[in-house]
C-alpha cells in the first residue's frame, strides 16, 4: 500500500483505510479523500537545537479515503521501513507517514551531558505496518552488531531499530595553529545489534564538528 | 524494494556508498578531511585537529594553506567512515602525477600523498601529486574541454589548463542599455548593471571565466553557490594578487578575517550563504 | 531546437545562426562558439508576452535572448530540470519555471475568467504574485525547473487529479481547471490560508507535479 514514485515521492493507495503523514504534506490525490489533523509527535534532538521546524512541533494529520494519495515533503527522499512488531525510533522530523495501523510516541531517553543541554527525544513508531521516513540525500543503512559498533553524526542521524543501546560521545578536540576553536564534537555512539539509518547531510547540527 | 544494508565488511573502500555518499577506509592510514563532513563512522579512528604537535611533519608536506587550518582535521586510524556534504554529490578523483585546482569549497578530503596549496586564483585550493581525493558538487560535475566560457557560479575547478581569465561580455552590457568600459570595470561588478540582471547580483552572461589551452574543465550544474570556504589570506606583498595595498576597505571579510578580492561577479559570502 | 539532458539538473542546448531561443536569466552555466545573450527588455515577443518577463521573480526584464553558433548549458540554483516536447499543442506552465524554450513556440499568457484565471487566483492567494498564467504552444522544447523533480500524472475524464498549488509545475492537454477543497482540509491548514485549496484538474492530459511543496 506505500510505493515510491520516483525516490522523493510516496505513493499511497486506500481502500476506506487511512494512514497518518506529516501535515501539508500531500501533494496530490485522485478519488477521494479526507483530511484530519491530530495532535501529538515528538520534538526530535535535532528539532530542539535547530530551526528546521522553526520553532512548530510536529504535527500529523489523518488522511482517510478511496484512491491514490501522493506525499511529498520538500525534495526529500522517501525510505520505506517495514515493522513486524519491532520499534523503530525516528527523529520526528524525518517521519512522513506511517500506516494508521502502528503506534506513535516519544521517548525520552535522557540527558547526556551534552553542553547544548540536549534531551535525546525521539518518536518511536510501533507495531505491523510501512512506515515511510524522509531524510536530506537518501539514507545509507548500517548494521551494528556487538563487534562492530558504530559513531554518528547526530546532524546526520535519522533513526535506528533494533535492541541498541546509544549514548553521546563526546571527546573529539582540535587544536589549531591558532589554538582557536578547541571546540568539542558530539557524536552519537549505538552498541548492540541493530540497524542504524544516516543522511548524506549535516545539515541541521550544532553538535558535530568532525 | 529492497535497500542494502551495510555493515564494515560491505561498504566500499574508497568508493561511493550511493551519489551522495562516500566511504573511506583506513588501515593505520590517514586522510586530510574538512570538518562537519564525516557522518558515521566504524572502527578506531581518531579525528585531530591539524594544529595537533603529532600532525606536524604530515602538515609540513601535504597542508600549505595555514589560515585554512582551523577548518580542517587529520583522520586517523582503522576502520570506515562516511562523508557526505549537505545531500550534495560527492565523487572522488585520482590524480596521477597531476594537478588539480577546485574551488575550497567544494573540497572534502585528500590523502595525504597529495599537497594541497592555496591556488593564485582567489577562492580556489589546488592539489598536486598523486593520490585520490572527494569532491562535493551540486549535481554531477560535468567535464568539459577548453576553449569554453563559464558562469563563476558554475565553476567547480580545472585540471591541467593554464588558469582561467575573465571574459566581460560586451555586447551584453551594452544590449542591457549599459554603457559598456565608459566607467570601467568597476561599475560592471557594482553599479546599475546588476540592478537590471535579475535576482540576487550580477548574471553570468555578463561576465565569464574563460578557459583557453589543453585541460579540462570541471563544471556543477547550478549558478548557486555552495558556501563558500575562505581560504586564508594571502601574504600582503607586491606582486600577490589580492594581497597588495588598495583592497582594504572593499569587498567583504572572510570568516578568518582574509582581504579577498571580491570579483565582479561574484556575490558577497553572506549573500552566497543565505543564498542557498 | 533541442535540449540535451546533460543530468537532471543540466541541459545542454545547441544554438544555431537563425535560430533564437529564450532562457531565464542568470541560467547560463556555460558555453562554447560564438553564442549572445540579450536582455529583453520588452520581454519575448512582446505585447503580452511581455507579462511572462514581469512574472519572473517580480523583475522587469528576466528574460534573455539566446542567439549564435554554439552550445549553451543552462541549470539553475540547483534545481531538477525536466525537458518538455511540444507537438503541436500548450504547456500552461508557471513563468517562474520556465529555464529555457524554443524560440518558435509561440508565447500567451491566460488571465483570470479565462481557464488560467482560476489557477491564476490560486496562486494569486498562495503567493502573492500575478493572476495569469504562461502558455507556450507549437512544436518545440521547454526546459522546466521543479524542486525535486517532477512525476507526471495522467488525468482522464474518469479519474480528476487534485493537486496542492504549491506542488503544481505545469500541465498540458485538454484540462479543465479549478479550485476544490478536501474534506476536513481547510480545517487542518486554517481557513484564512492560500493553501485551504486544491487544484482540481479534470478533462484528459497531463500533469506536472514537483515532490516539495516549497515554491521556487
Known sequence: MFRLQGSKVLAVEMTGDSVHAKNGSMVAYDGEMAFKKLSGGGEGLRGMVTRRLTGEQMTLMEVKGRGTCWFADRASEINLV??????????????????????????????????????LFTTTVEGHGQAALISDGPAVVLRVTPQYPLSVDPGAYVAHQGELRQSLQSGVTFRTFFGEGGGEAFQMRFEGDGLVYVQPSERNTVAGDV | MTVPVFDPATLPADGNVNPYTFCVELQGSQWFLQKGKMIAYYGQIEFNGIGHGALERLVRTSFHSPLHAGDWVVAQGSGKMLLADRAFDVNSFDLDDGNLTIRAGNLLAYQPSLALKQSIVPGFLTLIGTGKFVAASNGPVVFMEPPMRVDPQALVGWADCPSPCHHYDHGYVRRAGGTPWSSGVESLGAGGLRAMTGIGGASGEEHQFEFVGAGTVLLQSSETLMPEQATGAVPHEPGVPGGGAGHGGTGGQGPLGSGMPRMPGQLGDLQRRFGL | MPFREVNSKMVEATVRPGQTMYSQRGAMLGYRGEVSFTPNLQGGQGGLASMIGRRVANEATPLMTVEGDGTVLFGHGGHHVHVVQLAGETLYVEADRLLAFDGTLRQGTMFMGSQGGVMGMVRGQVTGQGLFTTTLQGHGAVAVMAHGGVFELQVTPQRPVHVDPQAYVAHRGDLRNKLSTALGWRDMVGRGSGEAFQLELSGSGTVYVQASEEKL
Do not use: I
Open chain 1, 82 to 119: 517495514s515493522l513486524r512488531g519491532d520499534k523503530l525510533h525516528v527523529e520526528s522530523s524525518n517521519l512522513l507517514a506511517t500506516d494508521a495501523g502502528l503506534r506513535t510516541g516519544t521517548t525520552f531517553t535522557g540527558l547526556r551531558g551534552a553542553s547544548q543541554g540536549n534531551g
